[in-house]
C-alpha cells in the first residue's frame, strides 16, 4: 500500500508516532511547539529513504505532555526534513513508557497511567500526536 503523506496545515500541528526512528526528529515547523531550542554541534545524522542523509544542528524538548520526563522529550530539529515531525516509539519505550497501539487508537503508559493518547489517522493510515504551540501549554 502507499502512504499519503500529511497536507501541509496538519502536518503544522500534528506529528507521525514512528517505531522506526531512533529519536525525535522535528521539522522545522514544529519549532514553535518546542522549549530549551539550542544550537548543538553533536546533533544526530540520519539516513533518510533515498540514502542521503540528514544533519541536526538544534536540540529541543517538545512538549508532548506534562507527566513525560525530560529524556522522553529532547528531539532535534532537521532544517531538511519538510515531510512533517516523527515522534519516536523507541526513545519513549527507552524512557520507560509502554506504547500501546490499537485500531483508533496510542497510548503511551506509565504504569497503569495513560500520558500521552494519539489517534490513527485513516487517511494516511499512521498513528499521529497534536502539537500545541508552546503559549498554549
Given at each position: 500500500y502507499s502512504v499519503v503523506p500529511p497536507n501541509s496545515q496538519h502536518a503544522l500541528s500534528t506529528a507521525i508516532l514512528d517505531t522506526g526512528a531512533?529519536?525525535?526528529?522535528?521539522?522545522?515547523?514544529?519549532?514553535?511547539?518546542?522549549?530549551?531550542?539550542?544550537?548543538?554541534?553533536?546533533?544526530?545524522?540520519?539516513?533518510?529513504a533515498t540514502g542521503t542523509h540528514m544533519e541536526?544542528?538544534?536540540?529541543?524538548?517538545?512538549p508532548l505532555a506534562a507527566a513525560l520526563s525530560k529524556q522522553a522529550q529532547v528531539?532535534?530539529?532537521?532544517?531538511?526534513?519538510?515531510?512533517?515531525?516523527l515522534i519516536?516509539?523507541?526513545?519513549?519505550?527507552d524512557s520507560g513508557y509502554k506504547v500501546i497501539f490499537d485500531a483508533?487508537?496510542?497510548?503511551?503508559?506509565?504504569?497503569?497511567?495513560?500520558?500521552?493518547?494519539?489517534?490513527?489517522?485513516?487517511?494516511n493510515d499512521m498513528w499521529e500526536v497534536k502539537l500545541a504551540p508552546c503559549d498554549d501549554l
Open positions: 531512533s529519536g525525535h526528529y522535528l521539522a522545522p515547523s514544529a519549532r514553535h511547539h518546542c522549549t530549551d531550542v539550542q544550537h548543538t554541534t553533536s546533533g544526530p545524522s540520519v539516513q533518510v541536526s544542528s538544534t536540540s529541543a524538548t517538545i528531539g532535534h530539529i532537521f532544517d531538511d526534513l519538510t515531510s512533517g515531525s519516536s516509539i523507541g526513545q519513549l519505550c483508533p487508537t496510542m497510548q503511551v503508559m506509565d504504569g497503569n497511567i495513560c500520558v500521552l493518547s494519539g489517534q490513527h489517522n485513516t487517511t
